[in-house]
């Protein structure tokens, strides 16, 4: 076992896999601590107060992340330190619509290259500053771990948005996988 905090031997710890993603949620390994770790809410990872440059570094870590409750932690089969999330772990910044109306498809892409397609598996949600009155949008990319919608991203969303009668409010929102997802009231 390693150090807590040596993030090279967290790397050293990852099975090497044909394709996918590590099964992190079969894995329980014991606690070690946290790790001087965080990613920002702009999605830049940081290692020791120190952005981490290295792109092929950060989407590896990404896919040793779980979230366990409010908690996030990078975890290995023998190993689980915790780090910081300033706000979701990902970051959607880009954005493919194929199709339109009911049957239209949103293929979404974070920063770490993963894709989710919205639907029933991966749901888009809004959240609305109470104080500022600013939405936060967020997509799930995986076992509960989510996306930030960028805000260009967002604006691609507002764009595509249709009304909708929802317990008899007009809401404006988005198809995607078949799934309505309200993205804000209609204006009156």
Known sequence: MSEPGK????LAQIPKTEK???????WNPPFCGDIDMRIARDGTWYYQ???IGR????????????????????????EKVGIKVDDAP???VTLEV????????????????????????????????PIS????????VRTNLEALIHRNVFYQLVELAVSRQ?????WLGVWSGGEFFPIGLEPE
């Open 166 to 170: 929802i317990d008899g409010q007009s």
């Open 49 to 51: 107060g120190t952005p």
């Open 133 to 140: 009155q600013e939405p936060a949008p967020y997509v799930h």
């Open 98 to 129: 194929e199709g339109q109306g009911e049957a239209q498809q949103l293929r979404f892409t974070t920063y770490v290259d993963e894709q989710v397609t919205a639907g029933r598996d991966h749901p888009i949600r809004v959240v609305i500053d």
């Open 7 to 10: 993030a090279n031997d967290l």
């Open 90 to 92: 990902f970051v959607a």
């Open 20 to 26: 996918g993603l590590p099964p992190v949620h079969l």
């Open 55 to 78: 792109k092929p570094m950060v989407k590896l870590f990404s896919t040793i992340m779980r979230r366990d409750g409010d908690d996030y932690f990078l975890i290995t089969p023998v």
